[in-house]
């Protein structure tokens, strides 16, 4: 019986130990999701603080007189003699009009500087459109500097010694009056989601970064989808399995782990140094992003097509279907839904990618919107990484905004994988 007891406690003490295990194991992976949760919520949340004011901008109400002797001295309605006029002497004229007082030269200078430069080319594109308004007097709201803007956003304090801030103590009194009266608002800033990049923090968007994101995209679905599905079908339905088969298979998963600015380097060989194709080109970066996303599709099709259960082919060809039919016909169905979900990752790795993009030149300073493939352009994260090193504190702002739109586009991507995988899943 002492045996008996002893060898029962044994048992016990060994139970209780490894139960004791076990709950320090499920403690150590809750703290570790609990720190991992956290992390990602801390950059989430700092990126979001620093990121969200870039939606909004600053402007400032004026009352614009445009003046004929200014825009079109001769009354001929030209346009090109209207193009050539210099529309910045009416914002420059409204502002004297209304701070008669500032009348020395470092007092006009802080004036000047509350309106953003690119105001002139909005006025001037408005009376192109619309030559009647010569003549008239229109109050307006325009867009104010970027340094203008940081201060009404609080990102420069004005309390701080006028030393340590690159906004004037002139200046901040010509905010306050304006503030008095009503005269300054921010608004939503369309301009952030649909222009293209600028020298002006206030005039860059994203616009042309998206569109070139886009294309790029467009083309890498348009040929590593079929390729990699076709590829995915003929190494698991119809290739014999030899020496030579197992080369491809070695080779395809090696290069899914290559470094992505390798394919960069492959592209500016082939692409543009071999070809001749145009360098900053959505379609060159699309040919990259194919060659990148290829290993990906392939393995995540041939996951696919294992997990369709061999007894729909047996059945298939049990009736009388060739084996062409049987794999499209019956199996390529099955298998699509996961082959639809790794082709999604595979975009989102794509949109997120930057480096072999900027092997190809698409890091160029580009301000036209491109309308085709054909176009200089530049993508999402090339277009943050050349924000992120400019110094002006108002690129800082669009630099986490971007981060926000392409994280945006990631997380979408990431639940429209999610969705299709539990909406066309077959468990067998």
Known sequence: MTEIADSTRIVKESL?????????????GLMAIFFGVSFVLILFADIFSKGYTAFLQTQIELEIFYDPAIIDPGH??????????????LYKAALKERFPDATSRSARRDLYNLVSNGVAYSLRDTVLDNPGLIGTRLTLWLVADDEIDMLIKGHIHRDAPESDRRVSNQSIAFIEQLEASDSVRKSFSWTFLTAGDSREPEQAGI???VMGSLFTLLVTLSLAFPIGVAAAIYL???????????????????????????FGLLGLAV?????????????VGGLVLTLMTLPTIIIASRASLKSVPLSIREAALGVGASKVQTVFHHVLPQAMPGMMTGTIIGMAQ??????????????????????????????????IFLWADSPE????????????VLLGFLVAMNALAVILRKRFEKRW
């Open 16 to 28: 209780n130990k490894r139960y004791a295990s076990e709950r320090r194991f499920r403690r150590l």
């Open 76 to 89: 001929t309605n030209d346009p090109q003699v209207i193009g050539k006029a210099d529309f910045a002497k």
């Open 207 to 209: 616009g042309g970064a």
């Open 236 to 262: 698991e339905e119809f290739a014999a399995k030899n020496q030579f088969t197992d080369l491809i298979e070695v080779n395809i998963n090696n290069l899914a782990a290559v470094p992505s600015i390798v």
């Open 271 to 283: 692409f543009l140094n071999f070809f001749g194709m145009p360098r900053s080109a959505p379609l």
């Open 350 to 383: 794509a949109l997120g990618e930057s480096a072999p993009l900027l092997m190809i030149g698409m890091v160029a300073f580009i301000v036209d919107i491109p309308t085709s493939p054909l176009d200089p352009s530049t993508v999402l994260p090339v277009q």
């Open 393 to 404: 504190r108002a690129f800082l702002e669009r630099t986490s905004a971007a981060i926000m």
